[in-house]
């Protein structure tokens, strides 16, 4: 049950894309469509921006993007606003029936 | 609307008890995955326990032996049972559902606080 591992830390400029990668193995990330990306502003709770590696919910704005190669997913965020400075954390469901999250990255808009 | 309000937190001395409460609204819990993450204050977070639709139980390894999660589906709420906590357990514990068609937390509450200390 180890963490999955994400930088501590990206930073762009407004207008830019930046992309947050979080490596797991194969009895997380890599064997499983189950990746989910989180936005977390302090003091609360998380927001879920991307499930199921790529798909979006009702209300997430496109400029948020999920994809995932063998045991690495990554989260791109397009066209960067100030109000994406925040938290992400990934998350995968794992092979014990369980899920795990990464460490997180903290995101600075320049 | 479909909301999750959790509660039971607060201050407690290593070794005690604590059960917190997670009330669902707009949807049913024994319809759904229902989860338990908690965050220690200034880190990241931690996935803790799952009770499945059909009721089976899951654990974070570092709680194993000590949480019970439980459901009352005539209250409509989910219960995270903590026994024997550590210093180490000190976090907001936030409920969580997984959606019917996904495998992700769409639904959070807003989280309760557990203080472990002496």
């Known amino acids: 049950q180890s963490a999955l591992t994400q930088p501590a830390s990206v930073s762009g400029s407004p207008g830019q894309s930046i992309t947050i990668s979080c490596t797991g193995t194969s009895s997380d990330v890599g064997g499983f469509n189950y990746v989910s990306w989180y936005q977390q502003h302090p003091g609360k709770a998380p927001k879920l921006m991307i499930y199921?590696?790529?798909n979006r919910p009702s209300g997430v704005s496109n400029r948020f993007s999920g994809s995932k190669s063998g045991n690495t997913a990554s989260l791109t965020i397009s066209g960067l606003q100030a109000e994406d400075e925040a938290d992400y954390y990934c998350?995968?469901?794992?092979?014990?029936?369980?899920?795990?999250f990464g460490g997180g990255t903290k995101l600075t808009v320049l | 609307e479909v909301q999750l309000v959790e509660s039971g937190g607060g201050l407690v001395q290593p070794g005690g008890s604590l059960r917190l409460s997670c009330a669902a609204s707009?949807?049913?819990?024994?319809?759904?995955?229902m989860n338990w993450v908690r965050q220690a204050p200034g880190k990241g977070l931690e996935w803790v326990s799952v009770?499945?639709?059909?009721?089976?139980?899951y654990y974070v390894d570092s709680v194993k032996g000590r949480f019970t999660i439980s459901r009352d589906n005539s209250k409509n709420t989910v219960y995270l049972q903590m026994n024997s906590l550590r210093v180490e357990d000190t976090a907001v514990y936030y409920c969580?559902?997984?959606?019917?068609?996904?495998?992700?937390?769409?639904?959070w509450g807003q989280g309760t606080m557990v203080t472990v200390s002496s």
């Open positions: 009770i499945y639709s059909g009721g089976s139980t």
């Open positions: 998350n995968s469901y794992t092979s014990s029936s369980t899920w795990v």
């Open positions: 707009g949807f049913t819990v024994n319809s759904n995955y």
């Open positions: 969580a559902r997984v959606g019917s068609d996904h495998e992700a937390f769409d639904i």
């Open positions: 199921d590696v790529n």
